[in-house]
């Protein structure tokens, strides 16, 4: 079965890094099969049997801190969960020239609670617009997301979960990958 894992804080200001040859090299040591890095923010498609899909996150997790000793959250979604996930994007269809860095997707790593939810929609502001669905926050930030206070780190302190954000041309580069 096909798997994308995102890793959360990698390579960025030149902290925690990780070199992609050596990201594809350990997914290998774990018997990770057809593993396949994209850009430099830690997104890995690889084949694993669909029975380990609830092992894969802790034995990455683990890994990788062994390895490079810190701790990086790893987040996965099956190929079919990602295409799920581009199917119910609200802002669809989405002009990739135009707004390809502009509409997001922050993957997290459970659902997140409703007094969560509320009280992260409460930063909202207009014109961004922030859609929840399952373990999916969609977002709108039609001034830039380096400008946006929905960044990462700011959804993880208000839902107490582990997030990785992910502009619609990678998620839908991911996606592509992935059916090769």
């Known amino acids: 079965m096909k798997f994308i894992s995102l890793l959360r804080g990698i390579n960025v200001s030149g902290r925690k890094q990780i ?42 997790e683990a890994a990788i801190e062994k390895t490079f000793r810190f701790r990086v959250p790893v987040l996965i979604r099956s190929q079919r969960e990602l295409a799920d996930i581009i199917r119910q994007c609200p802002f669809t269809p989405v002009d990739s020239q135009k707004d390809g860095t502009k509409v997001l997707v922050t ?22 617009q922030l859609i929840a669905k399952d373990r999916q926050l969609y977002l709108y930030c039609p001034n830039g997301y380096g400008k946006s ?7 993880e302190k208000k839902l107490g ?7 619609w041309n990678s998620v839908c580069k991911l996606y592509e990958l992935s059916q090769q």
């Open 107 to 128: 993957f997290l790593d459970a659902k997140p609670s409703k007094t969560g939810l509320d009280g992260l929609l409460a930063h909202v502001k207009a014109p961004e």
């Open 149 to 155: 206070k929905l960044a990462n780190t700011f959804v």
């Open 161 to 167: 979960i582990d997030a990785s954000t992910r502009n």
């Open 19 to 60: 070199p992609m040859r050596d990201l594809k090299s350990l997914y290998e040591q774990c018997g990770l099969r057809n593993v396949v890095t994209y850009i430099q923010s830690g997104n890995v498609i690889f084949d694993a049997e669909a029975g380990k899909k609830n092992t894969l996150k802790p034995a990455l």
